[in-house]
T-cell receptor
Framework: GQNIDQPTEMTATEGAIVQINCTYQ??????LFWYQQHAGEAPTFLSY????GLEEKGRFSSFLSRSKGYSYLLLKELQMKDSASYLC?????????FGAGTTVTVRA | KAGVTQTPRYLIKTRGQQVTLSCSPISGHRSVSWYQQTPGQGLQFLFE???????NKGNFPGRFSGRQFSNSRSEMNVSTLELGDSALYLC???????????????????FGPGTRLTVL
């Protein structure tokens, strides 16, 4: 089976940094994705990791450790528009399994 | 390039009825996956279609079914609706199927806006 855990909620101040952790236990592993979902909208792709290490894309970075079953998404220089739900998803041999999502609230 | 489209966007049905939802993938994408999203359960995988064949299915009852046409458009059907079927139904398209083990390939899924189904 699949077990993907991430915190339910996080709050941070505009301009700050927030790190969203994701731990997983899955049968098979073929990549880990992070998606952003604003309220009432579709999830949009943020990042992809399949090898251990850090992937950086502008203000967003994602890290993966396959041996530890662990990933994090780092959001830097937070902006109000970053207030959203962040979904961790693991692909095993044949499908994507999603975590419940972490709601990030950015305060002014 | 146009994104993933879903119709209808909103739907209200009563218990016992059936419903059909439609999804048109990004042009050139041959894989369509369907998900149910609820506040309590998050995103739950329903099934994936690739080249008109169901490639994988999640843990949902047989009341949930789907199909894919030769132009890659997909439909999802839910029969004998129950109150618990109220949810946002999302479809996502990708160029390759998720089961295809493409080494290091991202093959990310692009989501449509969803159909909000309310069962009364």
């Amino acid at each position: 089976g699949q077990n993907i855990d991430q915190p339910t909620e996080m709050t941070a101040t505009e301009g700050a940094i927030v790190q969203i952790n994701c731990t997983y236990q899955t049968s098979g592993f073929n990549g880990l994705f992070w998606y952003q979902q604003h309220a009432g909208e579709a999830p949009t792709f943020l990042s992809y990791n399949v090898l251990d290490g850090l992937e950086e894309k502008g203000r967003f970075s994602s890290f993966l450790s396959r041996s530890k079953g662990y990933s994090y998404l780092l959001l830097k220089e937070l902006q109000m528009k970053d207030s959203a739900s962040y979904l961790c998803a693991v692909r095993n041999d044949y499908k994507l399994s999603f975590g419940a999502g972490t709601t990030v609230t950015v305060r002014a | 390039k146009a994104g993933v489209t879903q119709t209808p966007r909103y739907l209200i049905k009563t218990r016992g009825q059936q419903v059909t939802l439609s999804c048109s993938p990004i042009s050139g994408h041959r894989s369509v996956s369907w998900y149910q999203q609820t506040p309590g359960q998050g995103l739950q995988f329903l099934f994936e279609y690739f080249s008109e064949t169901q490639r994988n299915k999640g843990n949902f009852p047989g009341r949930f079914s789907g199909r894919q046409f030769s132009n890659s458009r997909s439909e999802m059907n839910v029969s004998t609706l129950e109150l618990g079927d109220s949810a946002l139904y999302l479809c996502a398209s990708s160029s390759a199927a998720q089961y295809q083990r493409l080494v290091l390939a991202k093959n990310e899924q692009f989501f449509g806006p969803g159909t909000r189904l309310t069962v009364l």
